[in-house]
């Protein structure tokens, strides 16, 4: 499927990316890195990839493609019986179907206060940004349709899954406004109101890109998740800061939320200590929320490249 007669490339010199919000000529441009990222042309990717969708699945049965025959045993449908390799054999055999999946493909996007930051490339809302815009393209290059729910301190949007030009164009569009959308309270998460909406409006069979920081994890995350990943492949994306990870080089640094003022030593190994130790525990407790409810995390870090981390996470099993 090619798009590129819907889009002009636009010139080196008029594409400005500022890292603090996202361009729509940005969020277009990621289309060429979601090309090696679409599952066409390959023939046997595993149905648990990380962008299966209209691919050919795992599951063996009743399907459009002949994949193999087997012996054999009581309960086939007998209409599926290989007579030639019957025949052959001597054996009875029944053929065996690979299935073609249709499912909708959507991102859930966390626009919460604690995303509009960072310290390398770009705030972590803008690399959220990205990183749903490249699984929408992914999504359109494989055939699928791509939806969104985004909770943001502007307008919140609920897309409905859609395929082709429109559906990617309006979720573009969607992610550019709510990374605009910068927000006047510091302590605000949106979360929960991600996930009470996926829960409200989502049909079983999805997959669900959900994609956050996850700084703010409230009382019922965990029995939410485990809800909404019953009947979907859910995957978690966890956009990280590199200054999350360790504290900037020793020294004084002016810090600030907008309203107040501070100075942050991180000459002093108790600071920085605790400093390691807040994220740290942050980390921990997603990673075993993930691990519990055997669900599938990416961490994407500022600077990373976000096709290598999407193609890495390719690999990555549901169980």
């Not at 910068?182 to 049909?203: A, H, N, V, W, Y």
């Not at 990280?240 to 810090?255: K, M, N, Q, R, S």
Request: charged residues 30%.
């Amino acid at each position: 499927m090619r798009l590129t007669k819907f889009f002009r490339r636009p010139q080196a010199a008029t594409t400005e990316i500022s890292g603090i919000f996202c361009s729509t000529e940005e969020l277009i441009n990621l289309r060429h890195a979601a090309r090696s990222l679409s599952g066409r042309g390959r023939s046997s990717r595993p149905a648990y990839s990380i962008m299966a969708g209209s691919t050919l699945s795992k599951f063996r049965g009743r399907g459009m493609d002949y994949a193999e025959s087997r012996v054999y045993t009581p309960g086939d449908d007998i209409r599926q019986i290989d007579w030639r390799v019957t025949a052959r054999t001597g054996k009875l055999h029944t053929k065996l179907y690979t299935e073609e999946r249709d499912r909708p493909i959507l991102t859930l996007v966390d626009f919460s206060p604690s995303l509009y930051f960072g310290t390398r490339e770009a705030f972590k809302s803008v690399i959220a940004a990205r990183l749903a815009a490249l699984v929408g393209w992914t999504a359109v290059f494989n055939g699928d349709r791509i939806g969104a729910i985004l909770e943001s301190p502007g307008p919140d949007f609920d897309l409905r899954p859609r395929a082709g030009r429109k559906g990617i164009m309006r979720l573009i569009q969607a992610l550019v406004e709510s990374s605009r959308s910068f927000p006047e309270q510091t302590g605000e998460s949106f979360l929960k109101r991600l996930l009470d909406q996926g829960l409200r409006t989502i049909r079983p069979g999805s997959r669900i890109f959900l994609i956050s920081d996850f700084f703010n994890l409230y009382d019922m995350f965990e029995a939410d998740l485990a809800r909404l990943g019953r009947h979907n492949d859910l995957i978690l994306c966890q956009v990280i800061d590199p200054v999350e990870l360790d504290p900037p080089p020793a020294g004084v640094y002016p810090i600030s939320d907008g309203r107040r003022r501070a100075r942050l030593n991180t000459a002093d190994p108790v600071t920085s200590t605790a400093w390691r130790d807040k994220f740290t525990t942050k980390r921990k407790r997603l990673e075993k929320i993930a691990g519990d409810l055997k669900l599938p995390r990416l961490e994407i870090v500022s600077g990373d490249d976000l096709a290598g981390c999407m193609r890495r996470g390719v690999s990555l099993k549901i169980s």
